[in-house]
Structures are given as structure tokens and as C-alpha cells.
């Protein structure tokens, strides 16, 4: 089983830029597809990014496209998130989590994000 714990959340003005880290414990973890998430306040959770294990093709939500960059180490067992020309509606909770089957596992305590304008 494959454990997350984020890290790398802050305050920044809008306009900065962040790196956030996922690191995993666990075997395997090269072959995990591993996604980040944000909670906004009052908001569901919602998808931001992913990357695929083998090959590591990523997809990215419609609102951070062209602004954030996921990418891993898997000799580190850590995959990031860089996010560029953030905005305050980027503010909010960032989750990690692996793929297995049809489900999202290994949910970390998450890292808060805080863009002020």
C-alpha cells in the first residue's frame, strides 16, 4: 500500500509561483498513476492534475493549463507540482493520491496553498 504526504504550500502574491512535492512510501510506486487535487474553502475537491506511471503522459484541468507542471522522480519516490502565474482562486488545500484500479488511494494530509491578491 502506498502512503502520500505533501509538502511546498505557502502564502504567495498573485502572480508567484510554487513547488509543491508528494513523496510516497510504499513499493512500486513507479507504476502508480499519482494526481493532484485542491479544496477550495466551502468548494468540493477537485482534480488539478495527473501522471501516468509508464511513460508518464499527464493531463491537467482546464483552469491551470499552461500554468502548472506535474512531474516525478521516481528514484525519489516524489512527484511535483510546479505552479506558475498563480491567482487567488488557486488558493486552497492540495492533495496527492495514487491511482489503483478505479480508485484514488494513499490520500496525504494535504499542503495549503494561499495566493493573496
Known amino acids: 500500500q502506498v502512503q502520500l504526504v505533501e509538502s511546498g504550500g505557502g502564502l504567495v502574491q498573485a502572480g508567484g509561483s510554487l513547488r509543491l512535492s508528494c513523496a510516497a512510501s510504499g513499493r512500486f510506486f513507479s507504476t502508480y498513476v499519482v494526481g493532484w487535487f485542491r479544496q477550495a474553502p466551502g468548494k468540493d475537491r477537485e482534480f488539478v492534475a495527473r501522471i501516468a506511471g509508464v511513460g508518464s503522459v499527464t493531463t491537467y484541468a482546464d483552469s491551470v493549463k499552461g500554468r502548472f507542471t506535474i512531474s516525478r522522480d521516481n528514484a525519489k519516490n516524489t512527484v511535483y507540482l510546479q505552479m506558475n502565474n498563480l491567482n487567488p482562486e488557486d488558493t486552497g488545500v492540495y492533495y496527492c493520491?495514487?491511482?489503483?484500479?478505479?480508485?484514488?488511494?494513499?490520500w496525504g494530509q494535504g499542503t495549503q496553498v494561499t495566493v493573496s491578491s
Open positions: 493520491a495514487a491511482r489503483s484500479g478505479v480508485e484514488w488511494i494513499g
